[in-house]
T-cell receptor, first 109, second 113 residues
Framework: GQNIDQPTEMTATEGAIVQINCTYQ??????LFWYQQHAGEAPTFLSY??LDGLEEKGRFSSFLSRSKGYSYLLLKELQMKDSASYLC??????????WGAGTKLIIKP | IAGITQAPTSQILAAGRRMTLRCTQD?????MYWYRQDLGLGLRLIHY???????GKGEVPDGYSVSRANTDDFPLTLASAVPSQTSVYFC????????????FGPGTRLTVL
């Protein structure tokens, strides 16, 4: 079966750095997305990785290792507004999106 | 540009009633999707449509039906609602079927009593 694993919840301090991991086992791989979802709102696009390596976009970076079936989202200089759930999703061989359950990130002052 | 709109925003429904959730996009995207999101379970695909006139079943299609008469609209119908269909429903779209980014509507919060 297809499976995506993320930690259920993480806590970090304002101004710090946090890394949210995602491991996947899917039938084929055509890319990996990270989305941010604030409570009561829709998911919004953060990043897309299809090749191995690090993609940096401001305070957010996303890393992919296809051989290890592993990705992480790195958030730097955390702000209170970063409190949200972060969803990892993989495009499988049929170009369908397979979603992880999401990681709830709590930022403390 | 509105992107994706959904209606209603929220609804309380008696069990056994029929309900249609509406979804409209103005981005001329070919592919559209319906998800439900329940606490701890993440997003689960109900039905999808890769292009107008075609539909397919997702992970949890039972009790739901969809139609795609044109590019813009993708309504989701609950023929006879049951309490287990209480959830937040998101409509989404993307330009093609490949690695294009998927965009989400604001969601409909449905409670079935």
């Amino acid at each position: 079966g297809q499976n995506i694993d993320q930690p259920t919840e993480m806590t970090a301090t304002e101004g710090a750095i946090v890394q949210i991991n995602c491991t996947y086992q899917t039938s084929g791989f055509n890319g990996l997305f990270w989305y941010q979802q604030h409570a009561g709102e829709a998911p919004t696009f953060l990043s897309y990785n299809v090749l191995d390596g690090l993609e940096e976009k401001g305070r957010f970076s996303s890393f992919l290792s296809r051989s290890k079936g592993y990705s992480y989202l790195l958030l730097k200089e955390l702000q209170m507004k970063d409190s949200a759930s972060y969803l990892c999703a993989v495009i499988d061989s049929n170009y369908q999106l397979i979603w992880g359950a999401g990681t709830k990130l709590i930022i403390k002052p | 540009i509105a992107g994706i709109t959904q209606a209603p925003t929220s609804q309380i429904l008696a069990a056994g009633r029929r309900m249609t959730l509406r979804c409209t996009q103005d981005m001329r995207h070919n592919a559209m999707y319906w998800y439900r999101q329940d606490l701890g379970l993440g997003l689960r695909l109900i039905h999808y449509s890769n292009t107008a006139g075609t539909t397919g079943k997702g992970e949890v299609p039972d009790g739901y039906s969809v139609s795609r008469a044109n590019t813009d609209d993708f309504p989701l119908t609950l023929a006879s609602a049951v309490p287990s269909q209480t959830s937040v429903y998101f409509c989404a779209s993307r330009k093609g079927q490949g690695a294009d980014t998927q965009y989400f509507g604001p969601g409909t919060r449905l409670t079935v009593l």
